[in-house]
C-alpha cells in the first residue's frame, strides 16, 4: 500500500524559527513531491513541490530537501512569521497523488 | 475567476438521508477529484474523473458515489449516511499534465463542505 508518513503531528515555533517538517514514504516509484499549505477554513493550495532527481528546492523562505536513499523529504521554513501559522500536507506521487497526516503549525509573535 | 467552487459549505444530516455535494470548476481542467479530511488523517481520495463520462475510485469510496456529464462539474452522492461520513470535504480539479494517468499537476481545491452525520 502506498504510504506517506508525516511528522510532527503539531509544531510550535517563535517568530525568525526555522520549523522542519518531515515525510517519509516507501514506493520507490513516486516521483513528484509536493507540499500543500492550508489556513483555517480553506482548501489546500500547492505551495512548492520537488521531482527526485534534485537534492534540494528553494523559493523564496520555503525549502524542501529530499534524500533519496533514505526515502526521505522535509520542508524547512525560514524565518518564520505567525502568517505562516497554517497545516501543511506533504504528498507523493505514484498511481495517484497520496497525502501525509499533516503539521499544524504555529508560529507566535 | 471563481476555480473551484463547492456547495454547501455546512450541511447536518440524520443517520439514513442522502445528499449531493456539489462541485464545479472553471478552469476547463480534465481531472477532478473528491477528498475528505479527518483530524490526523490528512486527505484521502474517494473518487476522481479525468474526464467527462470517466469516473474511477480512489481510497475510500464505500458509501459515495460521483457523476461527471461535463467538464465543468463533479458531484458528489452520499446515500444513506452515517456517523462514519462524518468530515470535511474537498473537491479538487488539475489540468491534464502527462498523457498518463498519474497526472502529477497542481491541484487546485475549493473552500471545503463541512458534513455533519447525526
Known amino acids: 500500500q502506498q504510504q506517506v508518513k508525516q511528522s510532527p503531528q503539531s509544531l510550535i515555533v517563535q517568530k525568525g524559527g526555522i520549523p522542519i517538517i518531515n515525510c517519509a514514504y516507501e514506493?520507490?516509484?513516486?516521483?513528484?513531491f509536493p507540499w500543500y499549505q492550508q489556513f483555517p477554513g480553506k482548501g489546500p493550495a500547492l505551495l512548492i513541490a520537488i521531482r527526485p532527481d534534485v537534492s534540494e528546492k528553494k523559493e523564496g523562505r520555503f525549502t524542501i530537501s529530499f534524500n533519496k536513499s533514505a526515502k526521505q523529504f522535509s520542508l524547512h521554513i525560514m524565518d518564520s512569521q505567525p502568517g505562516d501559522s497554517a497545516t501543511y500536507f506533504c504528498?507523493?506521487?505514484?498511481?495517484?497523488?497520496?497525502f501525509g497526516e499533516g503539521t499544524q503549525l504555529t508560529v507566535n509573535p | 475567476n471563481a476555480g473551484v467552487t463547492q456547495t454547501p459549505k455546512f450541511r447536518i444530516l440524520k443517520i439514513g438521508q442522502s445528499m449531493t455535494l456539489q462541485c464545479t470548476q472553471d478552469m476547463n481542467h480534465n481531472y477532478m477529484y473528491w477528498y475528505r479530511q479527518d483530524p490526523g488523517m490528512g486527505l484521502k481520495l474517494i473518487y476522481y474523473?479525468?474526464?467527462?463520462?470517466?469516473?474511477d475510485k480512489g481510497e475510500v469510496p464505500n458509501g459515495y458515489n460521483v457523476s461527471r456529464s461535463t467538464t465543468e462539474d463533479f458531484p458528489l452522492r452520499l446515500e444513506l449516511a452515517a456517523p462514519s461520513q462524518t468530515s470535511v470535504y474537498f473537491c479538487?480539479?488539475?489540468?491534464?499534465?502527462?498523457?498518463?494517468?498519474?497526472?502529477?499537476?497542481?491541484?487546485?481545491f475549493g473552500e471545503g463542505s463541512r458534513l455533519t452525520v447525526l
Open positions: 504528498a507523493a506521487s505514484g498511481s495517484r497523488l497520496t
Open positions: 514506493n520507490t516509484a513516486f516521483d513528484y
Open positions: 479538487a480539479s488539475s489540468r491534464k499534465v502527462t498523457p498518463f494517468f498519474p497526472n502529477t499537476g497542481e491541484l487546485f
Open positions: 474523473s479525468v474526464g467527462a463520462g470517466i469516473t
